[in-house]
């Protein structure tokens, strides 16, 4: 059977009728992944045994009359930055390689409760930093919609899994855009929560004040839907938002937007997009104001610096996050590998015996080695924004334009409801076209970090397509309105399929 035109919701329908199995739709992924994912490259690990057995235990549930969650029976992948207990967790990184979680990050929790079945965990560009899944430590991720593409990052393997047909759903994490562009160069839909919607307990945090986990789903309702299960406070992230679980309403999935007012911001529109990208995002919001929308141009003044805030305030946070890995609590160290022992003796450091290295060889040898070259990058930048001397000339000052970034949002939200953007200044590239080019590479996230600066929700979904390559559309609203978003994305999403 092939199931390509699935979404959470039609499943649901489906097997409440007793029309679909869980397990059918279940060895359907399986079967995918098993031809395809050796190429492709979207999961790191996969738990056909377990996943198989939970379909057939839901089935019998299901055949019982019981209702095991709004999720019963479906079939999700999880990035591997998010801790899935029993299993391993690499965040993409060598120096996680064997580390094996030992609980439940908060949101997994949530969908286990909920009924629905983890198919495995995902790649991702090491510890999510990166924009096209190149910087895996274990090899890149392709673009299902064409191979010779990047599929987006940092949640690279969570929108090829979604996009090729490996899941009926992904978690992804967002920090400075790794949800929403993967997503848009995927064709698929991604949305990041306001900053405290979703817990980001069993995490592996990137940017603390910037992190968030979200959906990356086939349709907007999906991806509602699967927020209202993930969202929530959580007595472990104190970041949480008390009370605030987001929950649908009908009014979301009405398709009527009469009156509503959508936001243009004019920096988002002109140097480095391609005019092929803003073609399509310009008839989007023409399309959204023949269903009745109202559009105004609105200005985000400080959008410039969004990208050299983002660069500041994101290493320095990545460098403390990033110190536990040392060598010796966690995952990968010299002092356990021969590789260890024949480096430091090329280093004439010390002699040929594990036994001798002191604790600071220890740190080094195994930070050296466990961490690429992007993750030891951004540690560097990070610990010299934070170093005295520099902290208030970098960090601190990157910390006021933040602020003024917020502000921007804060006065625009006060003439609009929603904000419209491309998600990506550009159509997908191809593998090694930026890998060479860090600047080149950080500039994909111009239209995206200024949200996670802000704290304030987005959507992508798909606008189009340029010679077979898909355009996301992004939407931004005001802190805790992703109502707004669903509705408008939903309304969009309407038109776009008619
Ligand atoms: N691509 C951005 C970066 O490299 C965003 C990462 C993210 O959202 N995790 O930092």
Same mark, same amino acid.
């Given at each position: 059977m092939i199931f390509s035109n699935m979404t959470i919701k039609k499943a649901r329908e489906l097997m409440d009728n007793n029309e679909l199995k869980s397990s059918t739709l279940v060895d359907y992924y399986l079967d995918n992944i098993s031809k395809e994912n050796k190429d492709l490259n979207a999961y790191l690990s996969v738990f056909s045994d377990e996943a198989r057995r939970e379909a057939l235990e839901t089935d019998e549930r299901l055949s019982r009359g019981e209702n095991p969650g709004v999720l019963a029976g479906i079939p999700i992948a999880v990035k591997d930055n998010i801790l899935v207990r029993g299993y391993n967790?690499?965040?993409? =990184?060598?120096?996680?390689? #064997?580390?094996?979680? /030992?609980?439940?990050?908060?949101? *997994?929790r949530k969908l286990k409760d909920a009924g629905a079945i983890i198919l495995g965990k995902t790649n991702l560009d090491e510890f999510a930093m990166g924009s096209s899944c190149e910087q895996s430590a274990f090899g890149p991720t392709k673009n299902p919609r064409n191979r010779e593409y990047v599929p987006g990052g940092s949640s690279g393997g969570s929108a090829c899994a979604v996009a090729g047909e490996f899941a009926l759903a992904a978690l992804g994490s967002d920090t400075g855009g790794s949800i929403r562009q993967p997503a848009s160069l995927c064709g698929i839909v991604g949305l990041k929560p306001t900053y405290g919607r979703v817990s980001r307990s069993g995490l592996i945090a990137?940017? /603390? /004040?910037?992190?968030?986990?979200?959906?990356?789903?086939? #349709? *907007?309702?999906?991806a509602?839907?699967?927020?209202?299960?993930?969202?929530?406070?959580?007595?472990?992230?104190?970041?949480?938002?008390p009370?605030?679980?987001?929950?649908? #309403?009908?009014?979301?999935?009405?398709?009527?937007?009469?009156?509503?007012?959508?936001g243009l911001p004019q920096e988002y529109f002109i140097e480095g997009i391609d005019s092929r990208v803003g073609q399509i995002i310009e008839k989007a919001s023409k399309d959204l104001e023949a269903r009745g929308a109202k559009l105004y141009p609105v200005s985000l003044p400080h959008t410039k610096y969004g990208l050299a805030t983002y660069y500041i305030i994101l290493p320095s946070e990545a460098s403390a996050n990033l110190a536990r890995f040392d060598g010796i609590r966690y995952g990968y160290? *010299?002092?356990?590998?021969?590789?260890?022992? =024949?480096?430091r003796t090329e280093q004439g450091r010390s002699a040929n015996n594990s036994s001798d290295k002191n604790m600071w060889d220890i740190f080094i040898d195994s930070r050296s080695h466990g961490f690429g070259d992007e993750v030891r990058r951004r540690i560097i930048l990070g610990t010299f924004a934070l170093s005295s001397g520099y902290y208030d000339a970098y960090y601190n000052k990157a910390q006021l334009v933040r602020a003024?970034?917020?502000?921007?949002?804060?006065?625009?939200?006060?003439?609009?409801? *929603?904000?419209?953007?491309?998600?990506?200044?550009?159509?997908?590239?191809?593998?090694?076209?930026?890998?060479?080019?860090?600047?080149?590479?950080?500039?994909?996230?111009?239209y995206t970090v200024s949200a996670n600066l802000a704290g304030i929700p987005g959507i992508s979904l798909n606008a189009g397509e340029v010679e077979g390559l898909p355009v996301g559309l992004q939407l931004l609203a005001a802190n805790k309105n992703e109502d707004i978003l669903v509705k408008v994305a939903n309304a969009y999403e309407q038109i776009y399929n008619q």
């Open positions: 967790a690499t965040a993409g =990184s060598k120096i996680l390689e #064997n580390y094996v979680a /030992s609980y439940d990050a908060t949101v *997994v990137l940017a /603390s /004040s910037l992190d968030q986990i979200g959906p990356m789903t086939k #349709n *907007v309702y999906d509602a839907l699967l927020l209202s299960v993930i969202s929530g406070h959580d007595v472990n992230d104190a970041t949480t938002l009370g605030e679980k987001f929950e649908l #309403n009908e009014d979301m999935f009405s398709g009527n937007i009469e009156g509503l007012k959508i160290s *010299v002092a356990r590998t021969e590789q260890g022992r =024949s480096a003024l970034i917020r502000r921007d949002f804060i006065e625009a939200f006060k003439k609009v409801d *929603v904000l419209l953007t491309p998600t990506s200044p550009t159509l997908p590239f191809k593998f090694g076209e930026k890998t060479d080019d860090p600047l080149a590479m950080y500039l994909a996230d111009v």
